[in-house]
């Protein structure tokens, strides 16, 4: 194990995230550095473009190997593209809340701590690394939550309104789930999966929507999978059957806070892998992970267990 005092690490500002916070904390990185005789060990990069976070987290996994450290300072979508970066690496990851969301990071601190960064940034100096797993998805990784259906048209709606009015912060989410209210809530899919158990299972009843968790939380706090872990080695999946609206909105306030699983329309499961089809006259999965929008022809998922080293701090 590699000792704090000789690890090197980077801290990498995304320029998007939180508003531009994140460019604050650059002189505040160096005099905790520097009063605590690391100076020489830290370096803090400032993205510049879309793939700048993954390039040059895998540019220093190269170089430093076992003794490196990311510090990813920003949200999901960054957060993702670091973890494909440093995935089954030596280096090691760690995540600072500066995003809009930051789903990922409520696995990792609570509220009270999410809010004081500069505490955090002291803690960076001590971090324990753990390994976690990952979802590996259609060729790529994600850390948090695969989701398709008609949440992903809500998230579609909510970038498009915090991009127009990017004043609106978080609240974008919210505002996204109002603008979707009636947007089509039937998703023609085919789901085959296998358990923890080697157990084969199929589904190819019309859904509202479906998520895929490694994390317990998305789209600014809902939980579809509150009993999700991510270093157990095993994906959670909820499945909602479609519904008309005046089952859906009471719905809503329940997946917010995890209380939905007992619901008739939902279905919870474990997976270890399984493929997510389209049938009929659809011909994509519309879906995303990590915030991140895709659609493909079918979504292939898998867990992959400590794939990557976590600095917790």
């Known amino acids: 194990m590699t000792d704090a005092a000789e690890r090197q690490v980077m801290f990498i500002l995304s320029v998007k995230a939180g508003n531009g916070r994140a460019l604050g904390l650059s002189r505040k990185i160096e005099a905790i550095y520097e009063a605590d005789?690391?100076?020489?060990?830290?370096?803090?990069?400032?993205t510049e473009h879309g793939a700048h976070a993954y390039e040059a987290s895998k540019a220093f996994a190269e170089k430093h190997g076992k003794n490196g450290l990311v510090f990813i300072c920003g949200g999901d979508g960054?957060?993702?593209?670091?973890?494909?970066?440093?995935?089954?690496k030596d280096t090691a990851m760690g995540v600072l809340p500066l995003g809009t969301a930051n789903d990922f990071s409520k696995?990792?601190?609570?509220?009270k701590d999410a809010r004081h960064l500069e505490t955090l940034l002291v803690r960076t100096l001590k971090p324990e690394i753990k390994k976690i797993d990952l979802i590996r998805l259609n060729?790529?990784?994600a850390i948090n939550i695969v989701s398709f259906g008609y949440d992903t048209i809500v998230l579609k709606n909510a970038l498009w309104i915090m991009e127009k009015m990017p004043f609106v912060g978080k609240t974008g989410y919210?505002?996204?789930?109002?603008?979707?209210?009636?947007?089509?809530k039937r998703f023609d899919l085919a789901l085959e999966w296998e358990?923890?158990?080697?157990?084969?299972?199929?589904?190819?009843?019309?859904?509202?929507?479906?998520?895929?968790c490694n994390g317990g939380y998305y789209g600014n706090g809902f939980m579809p999978a509150p009993m999700a872990k991510i270093d157990d080695g095993v994906l959670q999946i909820c499945l909602a059957e479609t519904m008309k609206m005046r089952e859906l909105?009471?719905?809503?306030?329940?997946?917010?806070?995890?209380?939905?699983?007992?619901?008739?329309?939902i279905q919870i499961a474990n997976a270890m892998r399984g493929v997510v089809r389209p049938l009929g006259g659809e011909t994509h999965v519309l879906a995303n992970y990590d915030g991140i929008v895709l659609e493909d022809p079918e979504l292939r998922f898998e867990v992959e267990k400590d794939a990557l080293n976590l600095a917790y701090i």
């Open 174 to 184: 919210a505002l996204g789930v109002v603008k979707s209210l009636f947007s089509r």
């Open 195 to 212: 358990d923890d158990k080697g157990q084969h299972h199929s589904s190819d009843t019309p859904l509202i929507l479906g998520a895929i």
């Open 107 to 111: 696995m990792l601190y609570s509220r």
């Open 139 to 141: 060729g790529f990784y």
């Open 37 to 46: 005789g690391r100076a020489d060990s830290l370096s803090i990069l400032v």
């Open 78 to 88: 960054s957060t993702s593209e670091v973890a494909n970066a440093l995935a089954h």
């Open 249 to 265: 909105l009471p719905l809503i306030s329940r997946y917010k806070k995890g209380k939905h699983l007992t619901h008739p329309k």
